[in-house]
């Protein structure tokens, strides 16, 4: 290890052999909000591996912008392999930048356009099998929704079945354990405990849906079908006029699901919270919806439009973001002050970053307000990144968004949600930062 590595500060906390393991696997969200306490460039162990935390906005920015040619994908991403293959979040930069180029049009503007249709029906389906008084577990109806959703436009509907009851059934199984697999030593994978055994069967089984779903479609052959396994099956790349294999196409289509469903179910879950919790936001959003649509349904053309909506979204989004991610360095490089030799694993978390007291203020309370332009104007551009940055940005970030919107304006304006007595709502960290257990009754606002 180089002199500058040593100078580096340690996280406080550190035991021996395990490092900082107990405080990442035990509060992880706290733990890395704690981590700027000590420097913008922060040494963390896990077991005996080091791992150097970028905290501020500038070394964010230089890790996945400025300096991004000089890193790959890390640790974290590594482990994922064993599920996704070399899957867009997963590939080094050479596979990545062909599939990407290649997957591109499934989330055209114009392709999410129609898959608009697809969300309404199926949040209007939602909000129909509700009952005056019910009492709903929001997170688990909202995770069944995104994945019904994301199944019904990936596969065409005679197929999707399958595929969204094995992603309902095994996904939060991954999701779960996904965390936990990232900062413990491989060679805990293939010790038999419950842990391991379940998330290795989720993972067999999903894979195998996946794989029956793409038999069945060369099967049926249909070039009209406009969902994201044909669009997928029929995509040549531009120069080579090679196309993905089978398994590609199964790695990426499970990787969307991995990646596109908690995110969608999460901030949904926290709009639902945060407006029954704030009331008069609650209020702002309802009028803004009722003089832009009334009483007709949503569409496409009027996700842009819905200005207050977009500053809920955005501070949700803050406040509950991804609690880690990881590169590692494919070249010497200098970030930090220190050079950093090949082979180093940084980590970076946009949870902290957005809760960063030297960007935001009072950034724990929720204010859709700090998203106007007077006073966003002087936030910095990288010290707001939910979905990520630079060639890397998540590339479902306008499909997503446009779910989020037109499930919230078509719930919204049809029931009110209120939270249960007593009942505290605990912040998880998963994929995202997701609420553990969200019950609340639901009243009509109309009739």
Same mark, same amino acid.
């Given at each position: 290890?180089?002199?500058?590595?040593?100078?580096?500060?340690?996280?406080?906390?550190?035991?021996?052999?395990?490092?900082?393991?107990?405080? &990442?696997?035990?509060?992880? &969200?706290?733990?890395?909000?704690?981590?700027?306490?000590?420097?913008? &460039?922060?040494?963390?162990?896990?077991?005996?591996?080091?791992?150097?935390?970028?905290?501020?906005?500038?070394?964010?920015?230089?890790?996945?912008?400025?300096?991004?040619?000089?890193?790959?994908?890390?640790?974290?991403?590594?482990?994922?392999?064993?599920?996704?293959?070399?899957?867009?979040?997963?590939?080094?930069?050479?596979?990545?930048?062909?599939?990407?180029?290649?997957?591109?049009?499934?989330?055209?503007?114009?392709?999410?356009?129609?898959?608009?249709?697809?969300?309404?029906?199926?949040?209007?389906?939602?909000?129909?099998?509700?009952?005056?008084?019910?009492?709903?577990?929001?997170?688990?109806?909202?995770?069944?929704?995104?994945?019904?959703?994301?199944?019904?436009?990936?596969?065409?509907?005679?197929?999707?079945?399958?595929?969204?009851?094995?992603?309902?059934?095994?996904?939060?199984?991954?999701?779960?354990?996904?965390?936990?697999?990232?900062?413990?030593?491989?060679?805990?994978?293939?010790?038999?405990?419950?842990?391991?055994?379940?998330?290795?069967?989720?993972?067999?089984?999903?894979?195998?849906?996946?794989?029956?779903?793409?038999?069945?479609?060369?099967?049926?052959?249909?070039?009209?079908?406009?969902?994201?396994?044909?669009?997928?099956?029929?995509? @040549?790349?531009?120069?080579?006029?090679?196309?993905?294999?089978?398994?590609?196409? @199964?790695?990426?289509?499970?990787?969307?699901?991995?990646?596109?469903?908690?995110?969608?179910?999460?901030?949904?879950?926290?709009?639902?919270?945060?407006?029954?919790?704030?009331?008069?936001?609650?209020?702002?959003?309802?009028?803004?919806?009722?003089?832009?649509?009334?009483?007709?349904?949503?569409?496409?053309?009027?996700?842009?439009? &819905?200005?207050?909506?977009? @500053?809920?979204?955005?501070?949700?989004?803050?406040?509950?973001?991804?609690?880690?991610?990881?590169?590692?360095?494919?070249?010497?490089?200098?970030?930090?002050?220190?050079?950093?030799?090949?082979?180093?694993?940084?980590?970076?978390?946009?949870?902290?970053?957005?809760?960063?007291?030297?960007?935001?203020?009072?950034?724990?309370?929720?204010?859709?307000?700090?998203?106007?332009?007077?006073?966003?104007?002087?936030?910095?551009?990288?010290?707001?990144?939910?979905?990520?940055?630079?060639?890397?940005?998540?590339?479902?970030?306008?499909?997503?968004?446009?779910?989020?919107?037109?499930?919230?304006?078509?719930?919204?304006?049809?029931?009110?949600?209120?939270?249960?007595?007593?009942?505290?709502?605990?912040?998880?960290?998963?994929?995202?930062?997701?609420?553990?257990?969200?019950?609340?009754?639901?009243?009509?606002?109309?009739?």
């Amino acid at each position: 290890m180089s002199a500058e590595l040593k100078a580096v500060p340690r996280a406080p906390k550190r035991l021996p052999l395990v490092g900082h393991a107990l405080p &990442l696997l035990r509060h992880p &969200l706290d733990f890395m909000k704690s981590l700027r306490d000590t420097g913008d &460039l922060v040494r963390v162990d896990v077991g005996t591996l080091p791992i150097y935390f970028v905290t501020s906005a500038e070394l964010t920015h230089e890790l996945l912008v400025t300096k991004a040619r000089n890193f790959d994908k890390g640790r974290f991403f590594v482990r994922a392999r064993t599920l996704v293959g070399d899957a867009l979040p997963t590939a080094p930069s050479d596979i990545h930048k062909r599939h990407r180029r290649l997957m591109q049009p499934m989330f055209h503007h114009a392709r999410i356009a129609g898959y608009a249709d697809v969300m309404a029906k199926r949040a209007r389906e939602m909000a129909d099998a509700w009952e005056p008084g019910q009492t709903i577990a929001v997170d688990e109806e909202l995770a069944q929704f995104s994945v019904g959703t994301l199944a019904e436009t990936m596969f065409s509907a005679d197929i999707s079945r399958p595929a969204a009851e094995a992603v309902i059934s095994d996904v939060p199984i991954l999701l779960k354990n996904a965390l936990v697999r990232a900062v413990t030593p491989r060679l805990l994978d293939k010790v038999p405990i419950p842990a391991n055994r379940r998330f290795d069967a989720a993972a067999t089984r999903l894979r195998k849906v996946i794989d029956d779903v793409i038999a069945i479609s060369h099967q049926q052959g249909d070039a009209d079908c406009q969902d994201l396994l044909s669009t997928l099956m029929a995509a @040549r790349d531009a120069d080579t006029g090679d196309k993905l294999s089978d398994r590609e196409i @199964r790695d990426e289509l499970v990787a969307i699901m991995f990646a596109g469903t908690e995110t969608t179910a999460s901030t949904l879950a926290w709009t639902f919270h945060e407006l029954a919790s704030h009331p008069e936001v609650e209020e702002r959003l309802l009028a803004e919806l009722d003089d832009l649509i009334g009483d007709r349904p949503i569409t496409f053309d009027d996700v842009a439009k &819905l200005e207050y909506m977009d @500053r809920v979204l955005k501070e949700i989004s803050r406040m509950h973001s991804v609690p880690l991610l990881m590169r590692q360095s494919t070249a010497p490089v200098r970030l930090g002050g220190r050079e950093l030799p090949v082979g180093t694993e940084i980590g970076f978390s946009l949870y902290a970053l957005h809760r960063d007291p030297r960007l935001y203020t009072d950034p724990e309370r929720f204010d859709p307000d700090r998203w106007l332009p007077e006073r966003s104007a002087d936030l910095p551009r990288e010290g707001y990144v939910p979905f990520g940055s630079g060639n890397r940005k998540c590339i479902g970030d306008g499909f997503a968004w446009t779910e989020i919107v037109i499930t919230l304006a078509t719930v919204l304006t049809r029931w009110k949600f209120q939270l249960q007595p007593g009942h505290t709502v605990k912040e998880v960290a998963s994929a995202v930062a997701h609420p553990d257990s969200l019950p609340m009754t639901v009243t009509p606002r109309k009739g």
